[in-house]
Structures are given as structure tokens and as C-alpha cells.
């Protein structure tokens, strides 16, 4: 009981400094988990682990665990791989697709072969597993590098597109493998059991997603078990497809998902949403526990070859994928250059190691020098995740910023909120040529934003769903505007971290409002005490959003003196089209910049002042 207790608590301090450090939380997930498991003998009185996974989750308990966890990670994998995003993403990203996963497929296996001397079956599967990177570990590098819009989503849509292909390609080589008689392959009996995995995985997959389209499209069930439910019928797809024909289960959850992803759905996002509580969940479990199962022998055994051969999948074989899918492309030297350096593998790749390690290991049709050989595969596997998660993660802002591809500071705006304020202010912003999102979850606000030709992100600002889902790449500054003065603030919570506090700013509440003794912070809009119903009455007043030039600081100073008390300033454009929001932060006023401001309807500038 303590030890799962411990792992629960560990894990989540896992994630929290995951998110303190900016960096994926595989990395901590599998540090704590070797530290708390092999390294902790070093200092226990009797040599023993602190946490073991065997002995929390003893034979074939462990490996149904670790094989449920697995299946809906890769259900989680599939939901994220829409067909219609394939067609419209670059010729690159679909070539990294198909040469780069060739290009480390094959070259991981013949390096492998050739420097470790696995044998050919064991060196495939490896060739298979190093494929998956996965949004788990490139979204948050690219939130805390920030490169270009060209680099960026190349990277985004490399990682989202490429977990669950990778997580199916490794699957099939693994049922061929296991298909396969003591090691005689490409015998008639294991090409049959090959085909018989792939089409009880596709059709018992398929019908489980078409299931849940039809008693989620058809109303059969309460809204409030529809998450449960599909989260049910996710365990059941992959038993009743691991009954009929044994390894096919891995098969059937990710062909389900993809499926139900490129399902017309009103419900979708509910249960992207619930998918990934629940994987945050497993993953926070299964990386620790499956971490501490290593032992100080298997990480003794890796040896400089296996540096070399890790060396090999990162300095040669990364590159390599990255210069033959790029051929032709408008990438530039140092984007292709800082595209091949960002290939870190992730969650998907840890875990289904894990399964086939356990598989092989606990299998008694498993020869004796295979199973030698899958002792090694998990800490080379885990080897390769850690390496490029650290090496790749911590340096890549230097990187990009060497190679000049980091993205210069993005002037954008993200509203939260698509009411009368922010479609207001978003149409000027608009029109003065910077990029605006607005996010709501009303569906009114989202259709009448969405007939003023505005881009809305229909859906929770508080997910981490924007962050897979939105290119933020083109995003600065973010204003909360919405009703809600407890939504507004957990806003500027979620983006701080993002942004920086200096670039999250909010509307204030009714208390502050209505009482003059309380001081505004510094990040409150338009240093006024003008709350949502105030601000939307002044604006519905003002059909025209005024603005005056000025030439120097002092000219700005003057004009605040002297009209200070009958407008509302909202924001300054620079000469250079750098846009300021008007806060509790000093502003700073140049030759040409201009001030945006909202007058009283009373308020008549005269014309010299609106040049």
C-alpha cells in the first residue's frame, strides 16, 4: 500500500516540476523512477529497492496493467491522428512520415545488428520503438523555445502524426515476431497469425469505434457515463480482441481511436478532454513503476556500444530522415538543421517496450537468447528516451537561437472570451494587421465571432488541449475579458508561466470595481476600475475606437494630463508595429507611436489631435 501511495505522490510532484522546469514530464517521471528503484540499493541497508513494480504488481498482474495502460495510451495516440490534417499538413512533415521513419526504422535495426550484435528480430523491434517521438515531449520544448511558425509546425505535427504510426509499426513487428516459430521467420504458420493480428485488431478496433459513434451520436446514454463508457469499451475492444487473437489488443485500441477521431462526433472534445485525465494518470504510474523495475546488472550492461549506438540515432540517423524529407522544401540550412536536432522519443515508446520486455521475458516459447536479449531492450529504450529528452530538451534553446530560427517577439493577442468586448477590440487589432484568437466555450459567441471572419478556438482556455490543438506560436500577450472574474484570473495563471506575467492581463471584478480603496494590480486592462458590464456599455457607446499620434514622450504625458479623466486608453502601437497594452506597466513613447483610446460620448477631440 505505501509503495503505490509513494509512487501517486511522487508522480505528481513529477508532473509539477515538469511544468517548473519547462521540460517534458517523461524526464523526472523515469529519474525519480531510477531512483527510488536500481540506484536507491546502492544506499538501503540490504541492498534492496525502495519501490519495485514487481513487487507491487506481482507475474501476470503486472503485465495485464502494463498492457490495459499501454492500450489506452495508444487509444489516447489515435484520437490525436485526424486524416484531413495529414492532407493539409507540409510535404515535409508527410515525408518525415514516411522516409524519416524508414530512414530510422531501417538504420536503428542495421545499427543495432552491427554494433550491439542483436539478433535480427530483436534489432527490428528496437528499429520500431526509436521511431515514436510524441507530443508529450515536443510540445513543451517547442512552448519553451518558441521557434519560427515554419519550424514550429513542422515539429508539432511531426510529433502529434507520428506517436500512434510508430506505436503500430512497432506493434507489427512485434506480432511478426512473436508469430514466428523459435526464430524460423517467414514460415506459412507465422505469416498466418501475422494477418490474423492485423485483421482482428482492425475489425474489432473499427467496430468499437463505430460503437461509440452510434450510442454517443444516438443519444443511448446519459451524458455523464459517456466518458466512462467509452473509457469501458476501450478495455473491452482490447480483451475481446487479446481473446481472439493473442497481441491484437494493441492493434485494436489504436486503430479505434483513429477511427473515432475521423468520426463526425458533437461530443469529441468531452472526450479528448477525459482521455487525457486518464492517461495522465497511467503514464504518472507506469513511468515509475516500470523505471524502478530496472535493475543496476541491466543499466551495467549497456556499455559504451550502446552510447554509440545512441550517438548513431541522433547524430546520424536523425539528420539524415530530416535532409532526404526536406529535399525540395523552402526550409532553410539552419531550420533543417534545428528540425533533425529535435527528436526527442517519449511516453509511447517507454511503455510498449516495457509490454514486449515483459512479454518476452515472462513467455515460455521465448528462446533462451532472446530473452538475454530482451533484458537489454528496456534500458536501451529507456536510454535513448532520457538522452534525447535531456540533451535535445536543455539545449535547444540555444540552438535555435545560434541557428537564428527562434521567432521574433509574437505580437498577437489571445482573448479569452468571444463577447461583445473581445470582438471589438480583436476587429481593430485585426484590422491594424496583428493576429488575434478568441476562445470561448459558448457556442453563440463562437458563431457570431466566427460570421466576423474572426479565428475562434471553440473549447476550454484552461485544457491542455489549446496547447496541442492552437498554433500559440504567433501569440504574445493574452487579454482575459470574459464575465467571470474567477475565469479571468485562473487565465492569467494558466498563460503566466507561457507569457510572462508583464503579457497577461485581465478586466477587473465587480469588488474592485465598486471599491476605490483597493489597490488594482499592475496587469489589470486600461488602468481603469471598468468591469465587464462598465467596459461593454462603453464600448457599445463608441461605434469609432479613436487614436492620436504623438512625437515624443512628453507629448504623450501632456495629453493624459490634460484628457486623462475623459478617456480610456487602451493600447499603443509603436512605428514598428510593436503593440503595447495599456496596464499598471510604465509604457514607453516614441516619435510616430500612436495611442488607442476609448472616449466618453460627451468627449469631442478636436481634429489636429487625431492626426
Do not use: C
Not at 506597466?585 to 476609448?598: H, M, Q, S
Amino acid at each position: 500500500m505505501i509503495e503505490l501511495a509513494s509512487i501517486l505522490v511522487l508522480g505528481v510532484f513529477a508532473q509539477w516540476l515538469a511544468w517548473k522546469i519547462k521540460q517534458p514530464a517523461i524526464l523526472p517521471l523515469i529519474l525519480i523512477g531510477l531512483v527510488v528503484g536500481p540506484f536507491s540499493t546502492f544506499f538501503t541497508p540490504e541492498g534492496s529497492k525502495l519501490i519495485d513494480g514487481d513487487q507491487i504488481f506481482s507475474g501476470d498482474l503486472l503485465f495485464s496493467f502494463v498492457s490495459l495502460s499501454v492500450g489506452v495510451i495508444l487509444f489516447e495516440g489515435g484520437l490525436t491522428l485526424n486524416l484531413k490534417e495529414v492532407r493539409t499538413v507540409a510535404s515535409t512533415v508527410r515525408n518525415l512520415l514516411i522516409v524519416g521513419v524508414l530512414i530510422t526504422f531501417v538504420g536503428g535495426t542495421i545499427a543495432a545488428v552491427a554494433i550491439l550484435d542483436l539478433s535480427l528480430s530483436m534489432a527490428l523491434l528496437f528499429g520500431g520503438l526509436i521511431i515514436v517521438s510524441g507530443p508529450t515531449v515536443v510540445l513543451p520544448i517547442l512552448r519553451n523555445v518558441r521557434p519560427n511558425a515554419k519550424v514550429n509546425t513542422i515539429l508539432k505535427w511531426e510529433g502529434i502524426l507520428i506517436d500512434p504510426l510508430g506505436a503500430l509499426i512497432a506493434v507489427l513487428v512485434y506480432e511478426f515476431i512473436k508469430s514466428s516459430s523459435n526464430g524460423e521467420y517467414y514460415t506459412v504458420e507465422a505469416l498466418k497469425d501475422f494477418f490474423t493480428t492485423i485483421s482482428v485488431g482492425f475489425f474489432i478496433g473499427g467496430f468499437g469505434a463505430v460503437l461509440i459513434w452510434y450510442i454517443i451520436s444516438k443519444n443511448k446514454i446519459p451524458d455523464y457515463l459517456r466518458n466512462v463508457i467509452t473509457l469501458g469499451t476501450v478495455i473491452l475492444v482490447f480483451s475481446v480482441s487479446d481473446l481472439l487473437q493473442k497481441e491484437a489488443g494493441l492493434l485494436a485500441t489504436t486503430i479505434m481511436g483513429i477511427v473515432l477521431a475521423n468520426m463526425k462526433l458533437d461530443d469529441f472534445k468531452k472526450i479528448l478532454s477525459f482521455k487525457e485525465d486518464i492517461s495522465l494518470i497511467l503514464v504518472t504510474l507506469l513511468f515509475i513503476l516500470l523505471s524502478s523495475r530496472i535493475d543496476i546488472a541491466q543499466i551495467e550492461q549497456l556499455g559504451t556500444r550502446s552510447l554509440l549506438l545512441f550517438a548513431v540515432v541522433i547524430f546520424i540517423l536523425r539528420p539524415l530522415g530530416v535532409w532526404l524529407s526536406s529535399i525540395g522544401s523552402t526550409l532553410r540550412w539552419q531550420e533543417k538543421l534545428f528540425v533533425a536536432w529535435i527528436g526527442p522519443r517519449g511516453i509511447v515508446a517507454a511503455a510498449v517496450a516495457s509490454l514486449f520486455s515483459l512479454d518476452l521475458l515472462s513467455s515460455d516459447t521465448t528462446s533462451a537468447a532472446l530473452k538475454s536479449e530482451a533484458e537489454l531492450l528496456l534500458p536501451l529504450v529507456f536510454l535513448v528516451i532520457v538522452g534525447t529528452v535531456v540533451i535535445q530538451g536543455t539545449s535547444a534553446k540555444y540552438v535555435g537561437k545560434w541557428l537564428g530560427v527562434l521567432r521574433k517577439e509574437p505580437q498577437g493577442v489571445l482573448f479569452v472570451g468571444a463577447n461583445e468586448i473581445a470582438k471589438k477590440l480583436a476587429l481593430f487589432l485585426k484590422k491594424e494587421g496583428f493576429y488575434v484568437l478568441l476562445a470561448d466555450t459558448a457556442k453563440h459567441n463562437v458563431n457570431e465571432a466566427r460570421k466576423l471572419n474572426l479565428q475562434v478556438y471553440e473549447g476550454n482556455i484552461l485544457s491542455e488541449e489549446i496547447f496541442e490543438e492552437v498554433d500559440l506560436s504567433q501569440i504574445g500577450k493574452m487579454m482575459a475579458v470574459t464575465s467571470n472574474s474567477g475565469i479571468n484570473s485562473l487565465a492569467l495563471s494558466w498563460f503566466d508561466n507561457e507569457l510572462g506575467m508583464e503579457n497577461t492581463y485581465r478586466i477587473v471584478s465587480k469588488e474592485e470595481a465598486e471599491n476605490e480603496n483597493l489597490p488594482l494590480p499592475k496587469n489589470v486592462l486600461f488602468k481603469s476600475r471598468l468591469d465587464y458590464l462598465s467596459l461593454n456599455h462603453l464600448l457599445r457607446q463608441n461605434s469609432e475606437i479613436s487614436e492620436v499620434k504623438f512625437y515624443g514622450e512628453s507629448e504623450y504625458e501632456e495629453f493624459l494630463e490634460e484628457k486623462g479623466k475623459t478617456i480610456i486608453p487602451l493600447f499603443i502601437i509603436t512605428s514598428e508595429k510593436k503593440l503595447h497594452i495599456i496596464s499598471g506597466y510604465p509604457e514607453e513613447v516614441g516619435k510616430d507611436d500612436r495611442l488607442i483610446f476609448l472616449k466618453n460620448k460627451n468627449y469631442n477631440m478636436s481634429s489636429n489631435e487625431n492626426e
